[in-house]
């Protein structure tokens, strides 16, 4: 195809410039070895029980990245009570003590039944890590009066 060679990237067609190619057996052999431009970051969670009676739950963590390391937030679902994707919480990694680091600390809201908690550790609008996992909350018991 003109300057340019069509070669099979493990299942993935490619392109690469024939002159980068050298002959075996009549055959071009590329010369390629893959080089991926980023990576998504790591998030590391700290979970202390998934089932609760309290209204909130405490969680913490931490997000490295190589490159960088641009925010965070957590959303929360419950269908039961009809809450779909509350954002509770953001933190922007502007301004902060390290550009590759960034460690967080946050109070989420729980509400009775199965909470679907979802992170999101982004270092670019397009490269992010996401955790899902699921919070119980018991609903709260309350006397009843007879009489």
């Known amino acids: 195809m003109g300057p ?4 099979d990237l493990g299942g993935r067609p ?8 050298s002959a075996v057996g009549g055959r071009p052999v590329p010369s390629y070895h893959p080089h991926w431009q980023s990576t998504p970051p790591a998030l590391t969670l700290e979970l202390d029980g998934l089932e609760t009676v309290a209204d909130r739950y405490a969680l913490k963590g931490s997000i490295v990245d190589d490159h960088h ?35 967080f600390e946050t109070s989420v809201p729980l509400w009775p039944g199965a909470n679907q908690v979802t992170v999101v550790a982004r270092e670019t609008s397009d490269v992010r890590t996401v955790q899902t996992f699921i919070i119980y909350r018991d609903a709260t018991l309350t006397a009843a009066v007879t009489r």
């Open 4 to 7: 340019w060679t069509k070669v």
């Open 69 to 103: 390391v641009e925010d965070v937030f957590v959303v929360v679902s419950n269908q039961a009570a009809k809450i779909d994707s509350k954002k509770v919480f953001y933190r922007s990694n502007r301004k902060r003590g390290s550009e590759q680091r960034l460690d």
């Open 14 to 21: 490619g392109y690469l410039a024939s002159s980068a190619l």
